[in-house]
């Protein structure tokens, strides 16, 4: 049984020098617990939060532990009535081949509705930020115009899709051609910045001639820097992630108050959790577009829980396309 710790606390961009494979005996599951062989692991980029001990909204990875997040996984035994070898489960799980756990850390997953990486992706954590950031933060009219950053990943690419959904002009901004051009020809973007290859301040100009009305927010930094002169009176900008600062100590830019007010614009952050209560509403209508063809994805699958690391480290690297998923093992 292999498991991976974090052995030393970033304070740049992480690296192998801060993760650790080590080897321990398979877990045994005491009376109520299950023992699960874990299929697919999800790495996320809120995780590089908990690598630093800082004051967060979720506490701190513990050193010389096993990092936890999302996964999927299979009971392959059972002391818990309410599972049985073969049941396909989710939940926070550690980065552990096997684990134990016990029946209100994990919930099954239904194969009927899609393939169980689904729960991961689209249907779930990064589904839901997408859905509660944009509907209920964003309050999107018809016609209004939207633009998301890191639109080509998980969260953003449904940010996308359900801006289409709802009547929004969608422009979405990546780091590769490839990614934008499946935003456009694929999710149904009415334009693309790759802000690798562009200068962002003229692109969003030229793409949003009509200002913008809702900034959906992945990245923070000099995208969002970018944005902010271009905001419609009345505008709401979804804070939902700023990975472009996630590895960088001080960061710094132009001020925002000044924006907002000339804007009498709405900055509001948010943790998908807040929504906790409200899950089921989003979970229906993330699998009722996906069922009628409203909604798609993409998957990035890296093989082998050695490679665990790098997965996550391509995050800040941009190797994703959708949601990166790490293939441990089949059911
Ligand atoms: P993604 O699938 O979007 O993966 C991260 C992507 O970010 C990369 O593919 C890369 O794409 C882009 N990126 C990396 N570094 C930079 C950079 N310096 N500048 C601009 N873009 C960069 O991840 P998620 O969809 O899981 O998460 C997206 C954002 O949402 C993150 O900021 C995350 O922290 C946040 N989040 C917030 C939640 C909440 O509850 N508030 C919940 C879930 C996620 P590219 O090639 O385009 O650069």
Known sequence: ??????????????????????????????????????????????????????????????????????????????????????????????????????????????????????????????????????????????GETLVVSGAAGAVGSTVVQIGKILGCRVIGIAGTDEKTSYLTDTLGADAAINYK???????????????????????????????????????????????????????QGPRIQGYLIKSSALIKGFVVADYQDRYKEGFEHLSKWLQEGKLTYEETVKEGFENIPDAFFGLFKGENLGKQLVKVAEP
């Open 1 to 142: 049984n292999r498991e991976i710790h974090l052995v030393k606390r970033p304070e740049g961009t992480p690296d192998h020098e801060h993760l650790s494979i080590v080897e321990s005996n398979q877990p045994q599951p005491a009376e109520g617990e299950v023992l699960l062989k874990t299929l697919y692991v999800s790495v996320d980029p809120y995780m590089r939060g908990r690598m630093s001990d800082a004051k967060s909204y979720i506490a701190p990875f513990q050193l010389n532990e096993p990092i936890s997040g999302g996964a999927v996984a299979e009971v392959v035994d059972s002391n818990n009535q309410d599972f049985q070898a073969g049941d396909i489960v989710t939940g926070a799980l550690p980065w552990q081949e096997y684990s134990t756990a016990n029946g209100e850390s994990v919930r099954k997953v239904d194969p009927k509705l899609g393939p169980v990486t689904t729960s991961l992706g689209i249907l779930g954590m990064p589904g839901l930020t997408a859905y509660f950031g944009l509907t209920d933060i964003g309050s999107p009219k018809q």
């Open 197 to 251: 290859t562009e200068n962002v301040r003229e692109a969003v100009k030229q793409a949003c001639p009509d200002g913008v009305d809702i900034y959906f927010d992945n990245v923070g930094g000099e995208i969002a820097d970018a944005i902010y002169p271009r905001l419609n009176k009345f505008a709401r900008i979804v804070q939902c992630g700023a990975i472009s600062s996630y590895n960088v100590q001080n960061d």
